[in-house]
């Protein structure tokens, strides 16, 4: 799951036009995927460390999502349920 993290905070670079590894587009597109794929992966009780570090991922993701994208309710709802 480190490695997810790590992909999440690229995407998230992404999404604030901070990188050139994907455009924003892209990095929605696959964050539409990811998000809820995690989702049915993971549970949310009792979270390992690394799955602790994909949560706070997640968070931040829906942080940038609310404040640039606010037009993605779709994802925005897939982080909502993968954070509770």
């Given at each position: 799951?480190k490695?997810?993290?790590i ?5 998230a670079?992404a999404?604030?036009n ?7 587009e892209?990095?929605l ?15 949310r ?8 570090i994909?949560y706070?991922?997640v ?7 609310e404040?640039?994208y606010p037009?993605?309710t ?11």
């Amino acid at each position: 799951m480190k490695n997810e993290a790590i992909h999440i905070a690229i995407l998230a670079k992404a999404l604030l036009n901070k990188t050139e590894i994907f455009t924003a587009e892209e990095a929605l597109e696959i964050l539409k995927k990811k998000i809820p794929s995690m989702t049915n992966f993971t549970g949310r009780r009792n979270l390992s460390k690394e799955d602790q570090i994909v949560y706070w991922a997640v968070y931040g993701i829906e942080e940038i999502l609310e404040t640039h994208y606010p037009k993605e309710t779709e994802l925005l709802d897939s982080c909502s349920l993968f954070l509770n």
